[in-house]
C-alpha cells in the first residue's frame, strides 16, 4: 500500500514538474503580447476608476503572508480583517492573525491604531485624506496599511510605478467569481491581479512576490463580501476605546507587520 502510494505521488510529481515546463515554455513566447497588454492595462485602469467612484465601500479579507527561514523553508502566516472606507477621508481597518489583533481607525483627522491584545493604544494626529494618511504611515512610521495599494484614489498609478512587463492570463475563478487574471513585473516585485469580470470590476485577489529575496516569498490579499454605497457595511468612524485600554506615545505605536514575537527577523533562529 505504501509503495503504490509512493508511486502515485512521484507520478503526481512528475505530471506537476511537467506542467510547469509548459507553462515556462507558453508564457515565454505570447501571441498577441500588445493586443493582451493593453487589453489588462485597460481593464486595471477600469477597475482604478471604479474604486474611486465608489464613496463608501466595504469588504473583508484574508492574507498569507510567506516568510522564509535561514534554511530555506517557507512558511505562511495567515490573517483575515474587514475594511470600512468612506471617501476621501474615513477607514476603519481590523487585522486578526492568532498572534495579533489589531484594529485601526481615521476620522479624518486624526489615526488611532489599537493592539487588543495587549489592550493599549496610540493616537496621531494626520488630517487629510486616506492617501494622505496611507503615506505617513508608510513613510514616517514606517506602518504600511495592510492591502494600501488597493485603497488609495488611484490604484492604477499607485501598482504600475516601474512595471516593465504585463501578461493577460486569461481568466480565473476566485470564490466562486469568474475574475479577468493579469501578471506584472517590476523592478523589485513580480506582481498579479484577479479582476472581476462586468460592470463591478473590483479586485478578488492580489498577489505580490519578491524578486530581491532568497526563495521569492509571496503576499497575497485576497477580497470577499465585497459592498458599495448603501449596502456597504455602516460605520461612524469613531474611536471607541476599549475599557482600562492604554494610550502609548505615538512612537510606539504596535506594529502592523505579520510577525509573531517568537519570529526573529535576520540570522537568527
Known amino acids: 500500500m505504501k509503495k503504490t502510494a509512493w508511486k502515485f505521488l512521484k507520478l503526481s510529481l512528475a505530471n506537476l514538474s511537467a506542467l510547469a515546463l509548459s507553462l515556462i515554455v507558453g508564457l515565454g513566447t505570447p501571441s498577441g503580447a500588445r493586443a493582451d497588454e493593453a487589453y489588462a492595462k485597460s481593464r486595471l485602469k477600469a477597475m482604478s476608476d471604479y474604486m474611486a467612484a465608489q464613496k463608501a465601500v466595504s469588504f473583508d479579507f484574508d492574507a498569507m503572508l510567506e516568510v522564509v527561514t535561514t534554511d530555506n523553508q517557507k512558511l505562511a502566516l495567515a490573517s483575515s480583517g474587514t475594511v470600512r472606507m468612506k471617501r476621501p477621508d474615513k477607514l476603519r481597518s481590523t487585522r486578526a492573525a492568532g498572534f495579533a489583533d489589531i484594529e485601526l481607525v481615521f476620522d479624518g483627522k486624526t489615526f488611532t491604531l489599537l493592539d487588543k491584545n495587549a489592550n493599549v493604544y496610540a493616537q496621531v494626529d494626520v488630517p487629510g485624506t486616506i492617501d494622505h494618511l496611507v503615506g505617513e504611515l508608510r513613510n514616517k512610521y514606517n506602518r504600511p496599511v495592510h492591502g494600501a495599494d488597493l485603497l488609495v484614489s488611484d490604484v492604477y498609478d499607485a501598482l504600475m510605478t516601474d512595471v516593465e512587463n504585463v501578461k493577460d492570463l486569461g481568466s480565473g475563478v476566485i470564490g466562486g467569481v469568474e475574475c479577468d487574471y493579469f501578471a506584472f513585473r517590476a523592478k523589485e516585485v513580480d506582481w498579479q491581479i484577479w479582476i472581476v469580470q462586468g460592470k463591478s470590476p473590483y479586485p478578488c485577489q492580489y498577489v505580490i ?29 469613531r474611536f471607541r476605546k476599549p475599557k482600562n485600554a492604554k494610550k502609548v506615545d505615538a512612537k510606539d505605536l504596535p506594529v502592523l507587520e505579520d510577525l509573531p514575537k517568537h519570529f526573529v527577523s535576520g540570522g537568527a533562529k
Open 209 to 237: 512576490t519578491s524578486k530581491l529575496m532568497t526563495a521569492a516569498p509571496q503576499y497575497s490579499y485576497r477580497l470577499r463580501n465585497w459592498k458599495t454605497g448603501d449596502k456597504a457595511s455602516a460605520d461612524d468612524f
